[in-house]
């Protein structure tokens, strides 16, 4: 997975947009993907780019953020920082399990603590996507499912008490079984 944080910014303001841009631009590991100026082209622009983050409007004609979130709910929901000029959202925000809610105009504090906590999110997924692989090649080895694998974990019990019969040594071309 990409340490860079690709950013989507949707707003229908562009003078809101550029700003957001320009300021992005002080974080070397922030990519910005791609602005959208409707909720229905950020709809589309999710799906297309698969960003790791929007920073969302709330208010803006035909389609506010928390609509543009409920139909991104899914496989394709990147984390979400609202950036709005009102304050009254904020709980909805949370409600809908925003990561951050910065009042415009965004200033660089702000900017930087949302990022931070995108990078911790996104430092959280890959640790466990990588548990689940890791559980997933231990299963295969093992032949055992990796719901009881983490069971024995969690109780502290051993994986297997048996040793295989044969193992295999692999020495350049040759495979020799002991």
Do not use: W
């Amino acid at each position: 997975m990409d340490k860079n944080l690709r950013v989507l910014i949707v707003d229908d303001e562009n003078l809101a947009r550029r700003g957001l841009k320009l300021r992005l631009k002080e974080f070397s590991d922030v990519e910005v993907v791609g602005e959208c100026s409707t909720g229905r082209e950020a709809i589309k622009a999710t799906v297309d780019l698969n960003p790791d983050l929007l920073f969302l409007d709330i208010q803006m004609p035909g389609m506010n953020g928390f609509e543009v979130i409920k139909h991104l709910q899914g496989d394709v929901m990147p984390m979400v920082v609202f950036v709005t000029a009102y304050d009254q959202y904020a709980v909805d925000a949370f409600k809908v399990h925003a990561i951050d809610y910065i009042l415009k105009p965004a200033d660089e504090n702000s900017l930087a603590l949302a990022l931070e906590r995108a990078r911790a999110h996104k430092q959280q997924q890959i640790s466990a996507d990588d548990k689940s692989r890791l559980m997933s090649m231990i299963g295969h080895l093992t032949q055992q499912a990796p719901e009881q694998l983490q069971r024995l974990l969690d109780e502290g019990k051993p994986l297997s008490n048996k040793y295989p019969d044969k193992i295999s040594i692999k020495d350049g071309q040759n495979i020799t079984r002991i």
